[in-house]
């Protein structure tokens, strides 16, 4: 059973840093890509990155893809955003998620999900 515990987030000023954590734990991930989604208030769920597993490869949307920085700690099962620049666009609840790698190609569908840390950035 897969459990994804997101922490780090806060209240930071426009133009400041922050870096979220999600905890995994169950078992190996090595079939899996890692990735985080947000929800701005009053808005739909949207994607910001995704890391898969085994190789380390990324993406991004393109609304982050120059600020925010997705990587893994493989040792502690832990994935992390690193986020720079912060806009108060950036106003969301962030979601860490895990969904199965078929081949080369990117989670179609994100099985697991976190509970979602806030992250609020003022003007």
């Known amino acids: 059973q897969v459990q994804l515990v997101e922490s780090g987030g806060g209240l930071v000023q426009a133009g400041g840093s922050l870096r979220l954590s999600c905890a995994a734990s169950g078992p190996t991930f090595s079939d899996y890509a890692m990735g985080w989604f947000r929800q701005p208030p009053g808005k739909e769920r949207e994607f910001v990155a995704a890391?898969?597993?085994?190789?380390?490869?990324?993406t991004y949307a393109d609304s982050v893809k120059d600020r925010f920085t997705i990587s893994r700690d493989a040792a502690k099962n832990t994935v992390y955003l690193e986020m720079s620049s912060l806009k108060p666009g950036d106003t969301a609840v962030y979601y860490c998620?895990?969904?199965?790698?078929?081949?080369?190609?990117?989670?179609?569908?994100?099985?697991?999900w976190g509970q979602g840390t806030q992250v609020t950035v003022s003007s």
């Open positions: 890391i898969i597993w085994s190789a380390g490869r990324t």
């Open positions: 998620a895990a969904g199965l790698v078929y081949g080369r190609s990117w989670p179609r569908k994100y099985d697991y």
